[in-house]
């Protein structure tokens, strides 16, 4: 079972690569056309990458497609670009779409770039018999078939914590065993903070890792910060309001606010000395190592 990791921001995109993780995954919010929140486009980041694994880490889009990143197009010229810039696979996500339009979506994605990228399906928190059907549907159009599916392991990530209840391995791996048979790896989102990955080893091919190195990061740059520098981050952090995606109203405190938010402004913040520099790089470095 192989890490992959969610493109925070730059550092950690940075050391992940360093460590040739399996996999960097990048949402629209992080990576897009004109540069995300973490200061990169699509080239930038695949150049980024290829430097600094030598090749060995692969670039994903994550939860690409229709209505998907907060947009309200249908991905297209995003995914376009993934492709322009040498992204290695596409995550075609149609769950944002009604039902009865979504295996359509997705046929038509998949005959546009089967025959440049590989690619990936499923959503985000949909059950194991939606994602059956959907590849049946695959299978049935005479697509190529993707080369791995996202299944629904049970984590929840919400105000920033792991919220869900995983399903046992036992339970999930007639589910991998099927897509297994057919020559698809399987991947689980949303395993931030979850005690029980090592139990997923066999049983699936990759599992992903986001806000829980963006968690890291941000921890280590507050403790190497002055006191009073800090307190002002956190304060202007608070009042972005960028904290409000993960936190219903009658969530979390002022300080868990504050800190989900200064991950969406990096660019931001005080510039760090070498040596606070160095600290958060191997906090970071050694997070993702432990996997």
């Known amino acids: 079972m192989r890490l992959c990791v969610g493109a925070g921001?730059?550092?950690?995109?940075?050391?992940?690569?360093?460590?040739?993780v399996a996999q960097i995954v990048a949402s629209r919010r992080q990576v897009d056309i004109g540069g995300g929140y973490i200061g990169l486009d699509q080239s930038g980041l695949v150049g980024l990458v290829r430097e600094l694994?030598?090749?060995?880490?692969?670039?994903?889009?994550d939860h690409g497609g229709p209505l998907q990143g907060g947009t309200?197009?249908?991905?297209?010229?995003?995914?376009?670009?993934?492709?322009?810039?040498?992204?290695?696979?596409?995550?075609?996500?149609?769950?944002?779409?009604?039902?009865?339009?979504?295996?359509?979506?997705?046929?038509?994605?998949?005959?546009?770039?089967?025959?440049?990228i590989d690619f990936e399906i499923g959503?985000?928190?949909?059950?194991?018999?939606?994602?059956?059907?959907?590849?049946?549907?695959?299978?049935?159009a005479g697509c190529a078939l993707p080369e791995s599916v996202v299944i629904e392991a049970g984590g929840h990530i919400w105000a920033d914590r792991q919220c869900g209840f995983f399903q046992p391995p036992e339970k999930i791996k007639a589910t991998t065993?099927?897509?297994?048979?057919?020559?698809?790896?399987?991947?689980?989102?949303?395993?931030?903070?979850?005690?029980?990955?090592?139990?997923y080893a066999g049983v699936l091919d990759y599992?992903?890792?986001?806000?829980?190195f963006s968690d890291i990061e941000v921890r280590a740059i507050l403790t190497v910060l002055d006191h009073d520098v800090a307190m002002s981050v956190l304060e202007q952090a608070y009042e972005s309001m960028k904290w409000t995606r993960w936190f219903n109203d009658d969530e979390g405190t002022w300080l868990e606010r504050a800190c989900c938010a200064v991950r969406y402004g990096m660019d931001e913040l005080p510039e760090l000395t070498p040596s606070q520099e160095a600290f958060v790089r191997s906090q970071i470095y050694a997070a993702i190592k432990r996997g």
């Open 9 to 20: 921001s730059r550092r950690i995109v940075e050391e992940a690569a360093k460590l040739r």
């Open 53 to 61: 694994s030598d090749g060995h880490t692969r670039v994903v889009r």
């Open 72 to 116: 309200t197009d249908n991905g297209l010229a995003s995914f376009d670009a993934d492709v322009a810039a040498g992204f290695d696979v596409l995550h075609l996500d149609v769950s944002a779409l009604p039902k009865i339009r979504q295996s359509r979506a997705l046929l038509v994605l998949i005959k546009r770039y089967d025959s440049q």
């Open 123 to 140: 959503g985000e928190r949909d059950d194991q018999e939606w994602l059956t059907d959907l590849t049946h549907d695959v299978f049935e």
């Open 177 to 199: 065993d099927w897509f297994h048979e057919h020559g698809i790896k399987v991947k689980a989102h949303n395993m931030d903070w979850a005690g029980c990955r090592n139990q």
């Open 207 to 212: 599992y992903n890792i986001a806000p829980e």
